[in-house]
T-cell receptor
Framework: DQQVKQNSPSLSVQEGRISILNCDYTNSMFDYFLWYKKYPAEGPTFLIS?????DKNEDGRFTVFLNKSAKHLSLHIVPSQPGDSAVYFCAASERVTGAQKLVFGQGTRLTINP | DVKVTQSSRYLVKRTGEKVFLECVQDMDHENMFWYRQDPGLGLRLIYFSYDVKMKEKGDIPEGYSVSREKKERFSLILESASTNQTSMYLC????????????FGPGTRLTVL
């Protein structure tokens, strides 16, 4: 049973426009949410996170919004640049014995067109 | 910068072979993780470790085991490789038990024939 879902396998956006990636979750016990970016042949790299007690976090061109009542979060990238073309994974964190365990979504492939 | 390295980028093994995937991190992180990444399924946690010789099962531990004899090194073992274990394997580490951010290695693409 997928606790974190990214329902769009791919997204294509024109350079300079806004990219919006979406993620839904089911477990109310998740305490942090993260976005990772992955280029081919590389491991995922951390992009931005948000605590479950907040509804927005901004870092430069990247903003993450959290709607707890809808169990939904989104990543906004503005303006989109060609280097943003990658696979984006949403992840949710829950405390387990010994660690903060991350549960990942399926990923969304973002393509920025010039 | 945190560096997580994995012993091989590509590996081809035969069904039934014992396979070792090695991961090393250089930042004295307490926690280490093994994931597999498959198309349409995202990253799924196989095992993690929060201290030397300590290990916990993740979401899909069947067919795998792990070993952590030193803090910086975490090994994933496929006791008898099967074709359904063909996948991208990713190792990650995090600083502390309460740290959410994980740092990933480049991955090992394992093919089991």
């Amino acid at each position: 049973d997928q606790q974190v879902k990214q329902n769009s396998p791919s997204l294509s956006v024109q350079e300079g426009r806004i990219s919006i990636l979406n993620c839904d979750y089911t477990n109310s016990m998740f305490d942090y949410f993260l976005w990772y970016k992955k280029y081919p042949a590389e491991g995922p790299t951390f992009l931005i996170s948000i605590s479950s007690i907040k509804d927005k976090n901004e870092d430069g061109r990247f903003t993450v919004f959290l709607n707890k009542s809808a169990k939904h979060l989104s990543l906004h990238i503005v303006p989109s640049q060609p280097g943003d073309s990658a696979v984006y994974f949403c992840a949710a964190s829950e405390r387990v014995t010994g660690a903060q365990k991350l549960v990942f979504g399926q990923g969304t492939r973002l393509t920025i067109n010039p | 910068d945190v560096k997580v390295t994995q012993s091989s980028r590509y590996l081809v093994k035969r069904t039934g072979e014992k396979v070792f995937l090695e991961c090393v991190q250089d930042m004295d992180h307490e926690n280490m993780f093994w994931y597999r990444q498959d198309p349409g399924l995202g990253l799924r946690l196989i095992y993690f470790s929060y201290d030397v010789k300590m290990k916990e099962k993740g979401d899909i531990p069947e067919g795998y085991s792990v070993s952590r004899e030193k803090k910086e090194r975490f090994s994933l073992i496929l006791e008898s490789a099967s074709t359904n274990q063909t996948s991208m394997y990713l190792c990650a580490s995090s600083l502390w038990v309460t740290t959410t951010e994980q740092f990933f290695g480049p991955g090992t693409r394992l093919t089991v024939l």
